[in-house]
C-alpha cells in the first residue's frame, strides 16, 4: 500500500482555496493523500490574522517558508495555486518570464525560480494560466447553473473559447480580456459572487475534464497524483 502523504497548498484567494478543499481534496484522497489549504497570509495584527490576495512576493514567500518550518515530516509535500495574471512583479523569475511569447514557458520559468527560491525539495510551485477563471472556460457552459437567464451571454463565452482552439489555459492576461474580464463583461453578476460560483462551476466541471482540456493544470494534478 503506497505512503499516506499530506499535501498543504497555499492558495491565492477564497475561489482558490473553496475550489481546493471541496472539489481538489476529495479527489486526491482517492491517491492517499490528504490536502489542506489556507490563502496566503497578507497581514495580522493582535487579534486576527488576514488572509486573501497576492500582494508581494515577499508575503507569499514568509507564509509559505513558516508552513514548511511549522510542518518539517517527511510525508508532507507543500505547493501553490497563485494565479499568472496580475503575479507581483518582484516574484522570482519574473522579469526572465515575461519576456517568453509563450506563456507555458512563462509559468515554466517563474515555477522553476519560485521552487529554486524556496529551496526546500518537498514544495511543488502551481501558478495557473492565467487565472483561475481559466478552469470555467473550459466548459463554459456549465455557468448556465447559475445563470439560466444568460444563455445568449454564455454562448459568446464558449466562441471565445472556440477562438483560442478550445485551450482555454491560452485565454490571455490582458486587463481587458482575462478571463474573469470576459465573465463579468458578459455577467456582470459574476463579479459579486465570484468565491462561490467560481468554485462551484469547477467542481462541476470536475478534475478529470480539467485535466483534459489544461495541460498545465493536468501536469500539476498528475504530479500530486504521483506522490
Request: hydrophobic fraction near 35%.
Amino acid at each position: 500500500m503506497s505512503k499516506f502523504i499530506r499535501l498543504n497548498i497555499t492558495a491565492e484567494g477564497q475561489t482558490e482555496e473553496r475550489f481546493v478543499k471541496e472539489t481538489l481534496a476529495p479527489y486526491l484522497g482517492n491517491f492517499n493523500i490528504s490536502a489542506d489549504v489556507r490563502c496566503v497570509l497578507t497581514s495580522k495584527d493582535k487579534h486576527k490574522k488576514y488572509r486573501g490576495g497576492l500582494i508581494s512576493y515577499q508575503k507569499a514567500k514568509f507564509d509559505i517558508t513558516t508552513w514548511l518550518k511549522e510542518d518539517k515530516h517527511n510525508e508532507t509535500r507543500f505547493s501553490t495555486m497563485f494565479d499568472l495574471y496580475a503575479l507581483p512583479d518582484d516574484f522570482p523569475g519574473y522579469q526572465d518570464a515575461i519576456s517568453q511569447a509563450d506563456p507555458y514557458l512563462k509559468v515554466k520559468v517563474i515555477e522553476d525560480a519560485l521552487r529554486t527560491d524556496i529551496g526546500d525539495w518537498r514544495f511543488l510551485p502551481y501558478i495557473q494560466l492565467h487565472e483561475f477563471e481559466t478552469l470555467l472556460f473550459t466548459k463554459p457552459g456549465e455557468l448556465e447553473v447559475e445563470y439560466f437567464n444568460h444563455t445568449k451571454e454564455i454562448k459568446e463565452l464558449e466562441k471565445v473559447l472556440f477562438q483560442f482552439k478550445n485551450n482555454a489555459e491560452l485565454i490571455n492576461d490582458d486587463p481587458e480580456t482575462a478571463p474573469s474580464k470576459r465573465i463579468i463583461k458578459l455577467i456582470p453578476e459574476y463579479e459579486g459572487n465570484k468565491v462561490n460560483v467560481g468554485a462551484v462551476i469547477a467542481g462541476i466541471i470536475g478534475i478529470d475534464a480539467l485535466k483534459q482540456s489544461c495541460l498545465h493544470f493536468r501536469n500539476w494534478i498528475e504530479q500530486l497524483e504521483q506522490l
